[in-house]
């Protein structure tokens, strides 16, 4: 038979290593919690049309690596590849802001059919914020006052650098990709193929190019900043006030043009050096014109994302660690298999008297010595056993004491003894 695997470039979460998922999606959450945010939650299927119009049929994302097919009934539909045009979409269905703004997070699965490596999979986790209804900086610098504090939170500020770029108004943009597309055209023997593919689709996406042969001919390339009108200006001039009032230090990066065509005016990414070329952990940045590609409606919309499986990497590689506990803290056995249903009440009983320890019943019926010997490699902190004279033994393995008394007052002692099973 051949061997099940799971597909390339998709894995599971194991138990050992959902602790520190959960314990990082607890520090996101309260985090939106605390600006005010409120979650949604996408479907996770949508029409190809929608990322069509949104992102670009000349974008990477759309024309290579999207996940689509027809379903039965003959509908074009796609795995998303990422989260603001689902979004965009659900504000425009649902009529979100109507004489109302939008603060919104959500937190899934998107897909990308991309060569998978370390950093980088084709199911990936993201983290994503969206505002609508607000078109000035502060909204922009909350978004990045957020970022900033998620990393805070995580205790990975030091490994992160924040950069800031304006991409302008379209029409700005259209002037600077007439002069990107001529400069570029006079030195087409120093572009690689993929920068000659994107040369007529999409030129800004060249100067984002790693290719070291290639860097000081961009280098020399028309900065966009350079294009930028006076409403442009001031409203990058107020992002970098704004940044520089609360202390958040930045790099304006004029060859930061982020990979999606709906961008606008601020755009900023957060990058570490510690995961070589997997660098941007958090992108993002304003999207005024996406919502109009859909209901001829103008709404400004900013928003940023986090890759959840890089930004564990990069806690992982700089030796980060949570108060993370997968350990029980009572294991309950019994001296006789008999016994397994006074065990299961009892273990019922501790739960319900003590909800903030977490409680595992053995039931294997296995001697009471292997018993004993598999509660101490879950790391438990007590071992509670039910003697065959119906007593109850009382082991504190931190304290390396034994006590033996009535099933009825084990909770009681417990209740004065704190465990502590979450991530702070």
């Not at 379209?170 to 193929?193: G, I």
């Amino acid at each position: 038979m051949s061997k099940i695997q799971a597909i390339r470039g998709m894995r599971t979460i194991l138990p050992e290593e959902a602790p520190v998922w959960q314990w990082l999606e607890s520090k996101v959450r309260s985090i939106t919690w605390r600006y005010g945010y409120q979650e949604i939650r996408l479907p996770i299927l949508e029409p190809v049309s929608l990322f069509e119009r949104a992102i670009g049929e000349s974008t990477d994302i759309v024309s290579k690596e999207m996940y689509n097919f027809l379903d039965k009934s003959g509908e074009h539909i796609t795995l998303r590849p990422e989260g603001t045009s689902g979004c965009v979409r659900t504000i425009i269905e649902n009529n979100m802001c109507y004489n109302n703004t939008q603060r919104l997070w959500y937190l899934g699965p998107m897909f990308r059919y991309e060569r998978p490596q370390k950093g980088r999979l084709r199911q990936f986790t993201q983290f994503g914020v969206e505002t609508f209804g607000m078109p000035g900086a502060d909204i922009d610098a909350e978004l990045i006052y957020m970022a900033n504090d998620i990393f805070k939170a995580l205790k990975v500020e030091r490994y992160v650098r924040l950069e800031i770029n304006s991409l302008g108004t379209l029409s700005e943009r259209h002037e600077h990709r007439h002069q990107l597309v001529s400069y570029f055209e006079q030195h087409r023997n120093l572009l690689d193929e993929d920068s000659l593919l994107r040369l007529q689709s999409n030129p800004l996406r060249i100067l984002d190019s790693k290719n070291p042969d290639m860097q000081s001919m961009i280098e020399g390339a028309p900065k966009l900043l350079d294009y930028l009108g006076s409403e442009s200006h001031q409203h990058f001039d107020e992002l970098c006030r704004l940044l520089d009032s609360a202390g958040i230090r930045y790099t304006i990066n004029p060859r930061l043009v982020r990979g999606l065509d709906y961008y606008t005016r601020t755009v900023f990414e957060w990058i570490t050096d510690e995961l070589g070329s997997q660098g941007t952990i958090c992108g993002g940045g304003r999207y005024d014109g996406l919502v109009e590609l859909f209901s001829h409606k103008t709404l400004p919309a900013s928003g940023f994302a986090i890759g959840i499986e890089r930004l564990l990497l990069l806690l992982e590689t700089v030796g980060v660690k949570g108060n993370i506990s997968n350990h029980p803290d009572v294991v309950v056995t019994c001296e006789d298999p008999g016994q397994n249903i006074d065990a299961l009440l009892l273990a019922d009983q501790l739960r319900r008297h003590l909800p903030e320890f977490k409680v595992l019943s053995d039931f294997t019926g296995a001697r009471i010595k292997r018993q004993h010997s598999n509660a101490l490699k879950t790391g438990c902190r007590y071992i509670v056993t039910l003697n065959a004279d119906s007593r109850t033994g009382l082991w504190d393995l931190k304290a390396n004491l034994q006590e033996t008394m009535r099933p009825d007052d084990i909770w009681k002692k417990l209740a004065n003894r704190s465990v502590k099973t979450t991530a702070d």
